[in-house]
């Protein structure tokens, strides 16, 4: 595997911030990206980096530190719609997508 | 349209069987993947076609046979299964290398096969 590394659950409370975090033992790869699924369902793409820094798109960011070996997803004023499963993913050579092992995000009121 | 259509989205299914298992999506990509994927686990990428070539087969055991007839249709072919493959196969796409673009992946429902 890509040793892709992430917590397996966490809970936090509605209008609040979280943050996720994904770690990795691997290099070589063109892009990071963030994907939710909730149960059931197929996974839908949030965000992604190429670069290191913050990507913010909305209530979602992602951010990318390469010589860490770590990136995040962040998700401000959590609605309970976000209880989902948030998977990152390695991108290499543009079509090689390796998934790490998701982090449950429960949202409570 | 923006969709990855999966068929069927149920399947059950005895060890000495053949099935399929079907996608297509009309966004004019040009790479399309099978993941398959059990309960509570991350996405495993089985295959990968590029531009309707086989670009990685990721040592999937010959019980899988993927095809892709054309650019919009990306089949699975299933033959002497085991129990253990039975798991929820999520086919999905990407835009390709040749124009710049995001790349990320948009995935079906997928088919959830059972076997027995």
């Known amino acids: 595997g890509q040793n892709i590394d992430q917590p397996t659950e966490m809970t936090a409370t509605e209008g609040a911030i979280v943050q996720i975090n994904c770690t990795y033992q691997?290099?070589?790869?063109?892009?990071l990206f963030w994907y939710q699924q909730h149960a059931g369902e197929a996974p839908t793409f949030l965000s992604y980096n190429v670069l290191d820094g913050l990507e913010e798109k909305g209530r979602f960011s992602s951010f990318l530190s390469r010589s860490k070996g770590y990136s995040y997803l962040l998700l401000k004023e959590l609605q309970m719609k976000d209880s989902a499963s948030y998977l990152c993913?390695?991108?290499?050579?543009?079509?090689?997508?390796?998934f790490g092992s998701g982090t449950k995000l429960n949202v409570k009121p | 349209d923006t969709e990855v259509t999966q068929t069927p989205k149920h399947l059950v299914m005895g060890m000495t069987n053949k099935k399929s298992l079907k996608c297509e999506q009309h966004m004019g990509h040009r790479a399309m993947y099978w993941y398959k994927q059990k309960a509570k686990k991350p996405p495993e990428l089985m295959f990968v076609?590029?531009?309707?070539?086989?670009?990685i087969n990721e040592s999937v055991p010959s019980r899988f046979s993927p095809e892709c007839p054309n650019s919009s249709l990306l089949n699975l072919h299933l033959h002497a299964l085991q129990p253990e493959d039975s798991a929820l196969y999520l086919c999905a796409s990407s835009r390709g290398v040749a124009v710049p673009n995001t790349g990320e992946l948009f995935f079906g429902e997928g088919s959830r096969l059972t076997v027995l």
């Open positions: 691997t290099s070589g790869f063109n892009g």
């Open positions: 993913a390695l991108r290499y050579n543009f079509n090689k997508f390796y």
């Open positions: 076609y590029s531009y309707e070539k086989l670009s």
